[in-house]
């Protein structure tokens, strides 16, 4: 629909006598002016003017050094920054408790809350809007990596039977998880009012809960891993009751209009599936507006499982018209077809992961229509601060 490249220029035939221009019209060979594809239109997200659609989302990358945020990290994201852009800083742990792998950041120490802050700054000097994707893996972990070794927690004891990769390297066992006393379930809420807290001190726009792929939220919500008896387990509302009091408190700590959060109801992440994903993403859509919170993103049913896309009956239809703040979508995403979920308002703001890890100029790309460059998997979680991290060439480098 959208296949124009922008920068084809058209020009206008000669006239065969010199006519006095009048205001307005566009004189003899001169270009007119390019289409704007859907993705390249501004967007009002509450108070934030974006001037395009194409958001970078969290992007775990495992280069944050024992928790905290590293000078490379600086580098990173203003590479991948536009004016008027919106980017959504990487999966941060929100206590030292939330160990699910090594180097990745987190916000609960005045340490690591300074080391954003230069990260944040680059950003904003280049007129980007930044929020912090705030998180907690529950059972997606290892006790190796908790502090004192002790037992990851989650809302069930069920364990997954996966191994911990890195690059397709197994690293360990997934430990057996501890299901969390009804009592400390407040404490988890409390930590991710924290880190909200923290992000805001940071410098950062708003906080996105991360409540999608398989992850402590996830396991509460999704009825294949959640086989609780208390006032969190067993009905739709009660699993996702958890999922909600961190909304609530998150929205209370720093504003609902600086709150965003990520769900995946469709997917079956880290044997975390529900067997009515409809119902979940539709009450999870309606229930989010009591908090009036600025935004929900949602990964694509096609994407069930991590990276590649499937066949599926179920679209976010509903869940869009169901909620009224702004929704973003993500998942297999390629230019054609984010323009055409903003041509039909199927979302507001369409996410794109591996290719703006690998295009740091991506709007401009998908601008001119140019070529993309290639992402390598095989480097997406080195430690390396350089290597399939800073080094993607931007489009007037390229040959």
């Given at each position: 629909m959208y296949k124009t490249p922008i920068g084809v220029f058209h020009s206008f035939p000669k006239q065969k006598r010199k006519k006095p221009q009048r205001k307005g019209q566009v004189q003899d060979n001169m270009p007119a002016q390019p289409p704007t594809i859907p993705l390249l239109t501004p967007y009002k997200m509450g108070k934030f003017n974006l001037s395009h659609r194409i958001v970078l989302p969290p992007l775990g990358r495992l280069r944050s050094y024992n928790n905290i945020p590293q000078p490379h990290a600086i580098?990173?994201?203003?590479?991948?920054?536009?004016?008027?852009?919106?980017?959504?800083?990487?999966?941060?742990?929100?206590?030292?408790?939330?160990?699910?792998?090594?180097?990745?950041?987190?916000?609960?120490?005045?340490?690591?809350?300074?080391?954003?802050?230069?990260?944040?700054?680059?950003?904003?000097?280049?007129?980007?809007?930044?929020?912090c994707q705030i998180m907690h893996p529950g059972r997606v972990s290892n006790s190796g990596f908790q502090p004192r070794g002790q037992t990851p927690i989650s809302s069930t004891d069920k364990p997954l039977t996966s191994q911990i990769l890195t690059n397709g390297v197994a690293l360990a066992e997934y430990t057996p998880p501890r299901r969390l006393r009804t009592d400390e379930i407040p404490q988890i809420v409390n930590d991710f009012r924290l880190a909200a807290r923290n992000a805001i001190e940071a410098g950062f726009d708003g906080v996105e809960i991360h409540g999608a792929h398989g992850y402590l939220i996830d396991q509460f919500m999704k009825d294949q891993v959640n086989?609780?008896?208390?006032?969190?387990?067993?009905?739709?509302?009660?699993?996702?009751?958890?999922?909600?009091?961190?909304?609530?408190?998150?929205?209370?700590?720093?504003?609902?209009?600086?709150?965003?959060?990520?769900?995946s109801p469709f997917a079956d992440y880290m044997e975390s599936g529900d067997s009515n994903p409809k119902a979940l993403g539709l009450y999870m859509a309606k229930s989010l507006n009591k908090y009036g919170?600025?935004?929900?993103?949602?990964?694509?049913?096609?994407?069930?499982?991590?990276?590649?896309?499937?066949?599926?009956?179920?679209?976010?239809?509903p869940m869009r018209e169901a909620f009224k703040g702004t929704f973003?979508?993500?998942?297999?995403?390629?230019?054609?077809?984010?323009?055409?979920?903003?041509?039909?308002g199927h979302a507001d703001l369409i996410a794109y992961g591996r290719w703006f890890l690998a295009n740091p100029d991506l709007p401009k790309r998908f601008e001119l229509n140019a070529p993309l460059n290639k992402y390598n998997r095989e480097t997406f979680y080195t430690s390396d601060p350089v290597i399939g991290y800073n080094d993607y060439p931007f489009l007037e480098t390229t040959a």
């Open positions: 580098l990173y994201y203003s590479q991948r920054t536009s004016q008027g852009g919106l980017l959504i800083a990487e999966a941060t742990f929100v206590s030292d408790t939330d160990q699910g792998w090594v180097n990745n950041p987190g916000l609960w120490t005045t340490e690591q809350v300074e080391a954003w802050k230069p990260i944040v700054d680059a950003v904003h000097a280049k007129g980007g809007v930044f929020f086989d609780r008896t208390d006032e969190y387990g067993g009905s739709l509302e009660n699993r996702c009751r958890f999922a909600l009091e961190i909304v609530e408190a998150v929205a209370n700590e720093i504003g609902a209009d600086k709150v965003g959060i990520r769900l919170i600025l935004y929900c993103h949602v990964v694509e049913p096609r994407m069930k499982t991590a990276g590649d896309k499937s066949e599926t009956p179920y679209s976010l239809l973003i979508a993500a998942g297999g995403f390629d230019r054609e077809d984010g323009n055409n979920a903003v041509a039909k």
